[in-house]
């Protein structure tokens, strides 16, 4: 755990010049219900996205499977052209199904396809860092991985990271090429990366937390409460601010439609945790661990 008083609010990837805000913003929930279609109101879109960089955001997570391609669509059409220093991390490796199911798509055409399609909707001539979408666990990576290596050296991928990914994959991975950041599922409850994160924070390598507010079953917590209050902030903003302080590696795009559900989560990166707050906190993992074992 980073002591409090050295909590950076920045990062820079290793081997770039690229240095983000920690928090960051994730567009998945711009697209309509179960990421399929449009929004339901595009200006409010627009306005999200336009918002985020009022505030500094300079890190925007998507994908051209969101939507698909409507999500990098309103990305280009609200904040076109870029300001200066903003980075749009997109993934490949699924693509979507006319049934809204989700696919994996990672033969060498499928992969280089989808990065062009990003190019296309974002209206880019190179990508700042494709991040690879991995569906299993126990599949060794090195085709893919180095269909991306090979695009990267075509001038068309700047940096390269993975997503849903276990140890030994990043660790082979590594033995590939040079890797920007990974992004797997990380909050307070879901702490089974603890490892991976230190040994990523050691190498310089940033990692990026989906669901950081529990995903689909938002966290619950009265340990998280109990903090909340003290503080007077929302659960939502201390689990936020929790895992800023929990690495300095630690990205955040935590993802809404709404302009004031964007500002209260950017609030939480002013939250600072003492000591004794963070010792709470760490219980909640704890706990779920502990579950999980006697399952």
Same mark, same amino acid.
């Given at each position: 755990m980073t002591p409090q008083h050295q909590r950076s609010d920045t990062f820079t990837l290793p081997n770039s010049t690229i240095t983000l805000n920690r928090m960051g913003y994730g567009a998945m929930q711009l697209a309509g219900p179960h990421v399929w279609g449009p929004p339901r109101d595009e200006a409010a879109a627009l306005a999200v996205l336009r918002e985020a960089i009022a505030s500094g955001?300079?890190? /925007?997570? $998507?994908?051209?499977? !969101?939507?698909?391609? +409507? $999500?990098?669509? *309103? /990305?280009?059409? %609200? *904040? %076109?052209? !870029?300001?200066?220093?903003?980075v749009i991390v997109t993934k490949i490796g699924f693509l979507r199904g006319d049934d809204q199911s989700w696919f994996p798509a990672a033969s060498p055409q499928q992969l280089t396809d989808a990065v062009h399609d990003n190019l296309r909707n974002l209206g880019l001539d190179v990508l700042d860092v494709v991040n690879l979408r991995i569906g299993s666990p126990d599949t060794s990576i090195e085709a893919p991985l180095t269909v991306l290596t090979d695009l990267k050296q075509q001038g068309l991928i700047r940096h390269i990271g993975l997503s849903n990914v276990s140890a030994a994959q990043v660790q082979e991975g590594?033995?590939? $090429?040079?890797?920007?950041?990974?992004?797997? &599922?990380?909050?307070?409850?879901?702490?089974?990366?603890? %490892? *991976? /994160?230190? &040994? *990523?924070a050691t190498a310089g390598i940033a990692y990026v937390p989906f669901f950081p507010l529990g995903g689909f079953s938002p966290l619950q917590s009265s340990a998280l409460e109990r903090v909340a209050a003290g503080l007077n902030a929302t659960p939502m903003q201390v689990a936020l601010a929790?895992? +800023?302080?929990?690495?300095?590696? /630690?990205l955040l795009i935590p993802g809404t439609s709404s302009v004031d559900h964007l500002r209260e989560n950017l609030q939480a990166a002013a939250l600072r945790l003492s000591p004794q &707050?963070? %010792? &709470?906190?760490d219980t909640i993992g704890s706990v779920n661990r502990e579950a999980e074992k006697t399952a």
């Open positions: 955001v300079n890190h /925007i997570d $998507t994908s051209d499977f !969101y939507g698909p391609h +409507l $999500t990098n669509q *309103l /990305i280009r059409k %609200a *904040l %076109a052209p !870029y300001p200066d220093g903003l590594r033995t590939i $090429t040079d890797l920007v950041c990974v992004q797997n &599922e990380y909050n307070l409850a879901h702490r089974h990366d603890d %490892a *991976l /994160i230190d &040994e *990523l929790w895992l +800023l302080h929990r690495s300095p590696n /630690i &707050e963070v %010792a &709470e906190l």
